[in-house]
């Protein structure tokens, strides 16, 4: 479904990632972990079309893709941002920010699908009308994640979806993901700091550090501890004695 | 600097602390009613955004905005009667005898000045020193908070450091007025998790140093409890359990154990993460 | 600002410590009982309970609503409420200016110059015996038009300069900010002089090299707005939905750079007349014998302090009217803003 090859992104002098390939199969839940700065974020952005100074190839659906996306793209790949206080428009209401994509893809049955998306991630109906910071933090990235579902896309890109939200927040925030996610069969990349978390749905993760993937493991062998590159130990051993604690 | 006729008396005594914030919408109801005391030790204070956790340290050292209503049965630093002391003597607790490490250095270093200025600045602020005497003490600093090459530090401003080494500035700048307690809210949620426990463990080791007290704010449960002696656990403005951070294991309370239980885990593998329900009792108000 | 360490920021901390609290929905807006209809028995109560309901049952019904409490927002602010009135009662005297005029405003009186106020000249008459009260009526609606023309110009033009030239960045941006350095390097009312010289002197030519000459400040504010909105994750989220580039800058990109734009314009207000008073004095603004509060200060200045009433009328005018805007302005920045609400 993702076919990345050789990906190679520099912003100026910061050599940000440095020629990583995988491929994520389809209804596949792939994840990326790192630490800040390890370019797996960047990587989901090129991959999402919002960063252009890359090199390499990326194809998804079979499809190599350049650096301009058109439409349709839009509608097959959509994004679901770290920060719900960021990444919704602070002066547009919920009902607007859900029919934007629809405006855009000339959708026709508007109305029915916003009330569907609301429904699917579970907010209520009054929420429709409101603005942002009027709904919790957890309130608004489910408005972020209908959002993204409301086009109906068939690959979601996942950015620390969960890091900004408390713990309980994050229970029912990665449910939902997880829900949807069989529903609709959705292929998905999620990027995250929190092994715990990317092992919780991913069934194969790639670890980052300085721009390269070192290692690439699936959730078993994450489990059991047989990872074989130093960092990828680290990291377990870092999230072993937090859950210990 | 401490004042020897209080030992064996709480460092900070907080009796029923109530704090509100009147909006044209109506009051809300931040802190209602949290009692607590801190000694020469180290006490968490844990809860979700909105459970009232940082507007009590921040009632504390009186850094709430105007509008804000405070009334407590007792708020006491020391022999310092919070509620009543003048703007003057606030000023000297603030960055004197209390120290405050916030979330993000990237906001709460000032991004024109160097890290070494800053540092030497807070120094000046409360103690009579001269210029090449605070660089050296700020040096001194920088050293003491695990700072490889200090001389560096010192000299870079605040874009050019990482977010750990930014924090440790930050703390260095907090300790350069030997304070007696030290307020760290959400020191390390801006940090990878290598770096958070680096930072915690520095914290740690420099209030045992110093004989400090500590109040460390956070949502993190699993990560405060591994620093503190004591854990405050906060929802909806009130205190609904304090334990040993030992004991964690043992809490009891409906809220603790939610919270404790709704983490993803990497050794074991669940299909669906319990999630905390909110059991409306929890905010009736405790006696 | 400095957003120094503990001690010194406690603007800062305060923010965050509100921002902290972070209530349960702060909507202290009345719960609506069952399906009020607008036009119920019930009269006004029920349309006010229909406009505040806290769950709208269609997106006009929640538009109205939110221009509702927007309204109830800016009757908060005292000060805002007296500018509207300000203004809304000029307009209505501008409008009125036939009616309510005692003389002509062109009709010469050389008998009676400067002539004190009097029951037969309210506000007394100027150095060619015109009543100053019917002067102020009518140059009311040049002045007043003259400033609304010029705003109506220079807020749009610069609002799509500085969003371009921000959101494209590169080439665009250093050709544009480029252009607009140009405009802003000149003196304001010399490059207005040039082209009103130029053009035919008058109202429109006064009205075309003002704007000329203030969209400059306007570009540059839209695109230091627009250069940190274009990095935000909202407007990454919008280029996720496919929206093309004109879209984002006018549904996503505008919206967020109109207060400081209210702002300033409504803080322009009185510079603008200013400048067309200053055209006018040159002779190249408002031709005599058109009435216009700017001119008519600057040739009742020859007698300022023997008879000031002559300028003072028009002064007071052009005080009431930059006064009322600014405060207006205030009152609407906050309005837009639905956070503050």
Redesign the interface.
């Given at each position: 479904m993702i076919d990345i090859q050789n990906l190679d992104i520099r912003f100026g002098a910061n050599h940000a990632v440095r020629g990583i390939s995988f491929h994520v199969g389809a209804g596949e839940t792939f994840g990326l972990v790192g630490?800040?700065g390890s370019g797996k974020s960047t990587v989901l952005?090129a991959i999402?079309?919002?960063i252009t100074e890359w090199t390499g190839g990326i194809a998804v659906d079979g499809k190599a893709l350049g650096r301009r996306?058109?439409?349709a793209?839009?509608?097959t790949v959509?994004?679901v941002?770290?920060?719900p206080y960021?990444?919704?428009?602070?002066?547009q209401?919920v009902?607007r920010i859900l029919s934007?994509?629809l405006a855009?893809?000339g959708v026709k049955d508007a109305d029915a699908r916003i009330l569907r998306a609301l429904e699917e991630v579970a907010l209520p109906?009054?929420a429709?009308?409101?603005?942002p910071?009027?709904?919790?933090?957890g309130q608004r990235q489910r408005v972020?994640i209908a959002?993204?579902l409301v086009?109906d896309p068939r690959i979601l890109l996942l950015d620390e979806p969960t890091s900004a939200l408390?713990?309980?927040?994050?229970?029912?925030v990665?449910?939902l993901l997880?829900d949807l996610r069989a529903a609709r069969g959705l292929t998905c990349i999620l990027v995250s700091?929190?092994?715990?978390?990317v092992?919780?749905l991913c069934g194969r993760l790639a670890v980052m550090q300085g721009g390269r993937i070192v290692e690439v493991l699936d959730?078993a062998a994450?489990?059991a501890g047989k990872a074989v590159h130093p960092h990828t130990q680290?990291?377990?051993r870092?999230?072993?004695?937090?859950?210990s604690? | 600097m401490s004042d020897p006729s209080l030992r064996g008396e709480p460092l900070v005594a907080v009796r029923n602390l109530h704090v509100a914030f009147p909006s044209a919408t109506g009051v809300t109801q931040a802190v209602r009613g949290v009692s607590f005391s801190i000694g020469r030790e180290k006490l968490g204070i844990v809860g979700e955004s909105g459970s009232g956790k940082s507007v009590t340290g921040r009632a504390l050292m009186r850094l709430l905005p105007a509008s804000a209503q405070v009334r407590a049965d007792a708020l006491r630093f020391g022999t310092t009667d919070i509620l009543a002391a003048s703007e003057r003597e606030m000023r000297s607790l603030r960055g004197g005898r209390i120290g405050l490490v916030l979330q993000d250095p990237k906001y709460s270093l000032n991004p024109v000045m160097t890290a070494g200025s800053q540092i030497a600045e807070a120094l000046r602020a409360h103690a009579r020193m001269g210029k090449r005497e605070a660089r050296d003490a700020a040096l001194n600093l920088l050293e003491s908070v695990k700072i490889r090459d200090p001389r560096r530090v010192h000299d870079a401003y605040p874009h050019e450091l990482s977010g750990g080494m930014g924090q440790r500035v930050m703390i260095a700048m907090m300790l350069a007025p030997n304070p007696e307690l030290l307020i760290a809210d959400e020191p390390t949620s801006a940090l990878d998790a290598s770096v958070q426990s680096e930072i915690l463990s520095l914290i740690e080791e420099q209030v045992d140093q110093r004989g400090m007290a500590l109040m460390l704010i956070s949502h993190d449960l699993p990560l405060v409890s591994r620093f503190c002696d004591r854990v405050a656990v906060m929802y909806a403005g009130q205190v609904m359990e304090e334990l040993p951070a030992a004991d964690l294991h043992k809490a009891t309370h409906g809220y603790t154990r939610g919270l404790l239980e709704c983490l993803p885990s990497l050794t074991e593998k669940r299909d669906r993460l319990p999630t905390l329900r909110r059991d409306p009792a929890w905010l009736a108000p405790h006696a | 600002m400095s957003a120094g360490p503990t001690p010194g920021s406690p603007m800062a901390d305060a923010a965050t410590a509100t921002a902290a609290v972070e209530p349960i929905p702060p909507d202290a807006v009345p719960e609506a009982a069952g399906a009020p209809s607008p036009r119920g028995p019930g009269g006004v109560p029920r349309r006010r309970e229909w406009l505040l309901t806290d769950a709208p049952a269609s997106r006009s019904q929640a538009a109205w609503g939110r221009r509702y409490q927007a309204w109830l927002a800016f009757r908060r602010n005292p000060l805002a409420t007296v500018g509207l009135a300000v203004i809304l009662v000029m307009l209505l005297l501008i409008l009125l200016a036939p009616v309510l005029a005692t003389h002509d405003p062109g009709i010469q009186e050389l008998g009676n110059r400067l002539a004190a106020p009097s029951a037969q000249h309210w506000l007394g008459t100027d150095e060619l015996g015109r009543d100053v009260w019917s002067r102020l009526l009518y140059g009311g609606r040049i002045t007043l038009g003259m400033v609304v023309a010029v705003v109506l110009l220079v807020a749009p033009l610069g609002l799509l300069v500085g969003c371009v030239a921000g959101y494209a960045g590169g080439i665009w941006d250093r050709l544009l900010m480029r252009v607009t350095d140009v405009f802003l390097a000149f003196p304001r009312l010399i490059l207005a002089l040039a082209f009103v010289a130029a053009m035919r002197p008058g109202v429109e030519s006064a009205v075309i090299a003002i704007a000329l000459t203030a969209w400059p400040p306007y570009a540059r504010l839209a695109r230091a707005e627009t250069l940190t909105i274009r990095r935000t994750d909202y407007v990454a989220a919008a280029r996720m939905t496919g929206a093309s580039h004109a879209r984002i800058v006018l549904r996503h990109v505008m919206p967020m750079c109109m207060p400081s734009l209210v702002v300033r314009v409504t803080l322009d207000m009185s510079s603008i007349i200013l400048t067309a008073a200053g055209l006018g004095f040159l002779g190249l603004g408002a031709q005599p014998p058109l009435p216009e509060w700017g001119t008519m200060i600057a040739t009742a200045r020859r007698f300022i302090l023997e008879q000031w009433w002559v300028a003072l009328m028009p002064g007071i005018a052009i005080f009431a009217a930059s006064l009322a805007f600014n405060l207006l302005g205030d009152g609407l920045r906050d309005v837009l803003d639905p956070k503050q609400r």
């Open positions: 630490e800040s952005r999402a079309g919002l996306r058109d439409r793209f839009f509608r959509q994004m941002f770290q920060d960021g990444s919704l428009h602070p002066r209401t009902d934007e994509p855009v893809h109906r009054a429709r009308f409101r603005y910071h009027q709904l919790s933090g972020a959002r993204a086009a408390d713990v309980s927040v994050q229970a029912e990665l449910n997880a700091h929190n092994l715990a978390v092992a919780h959730e994450l489990r680290d990291l377990i870092l999230s072993h004695t937090l859950e604690a | - | -």
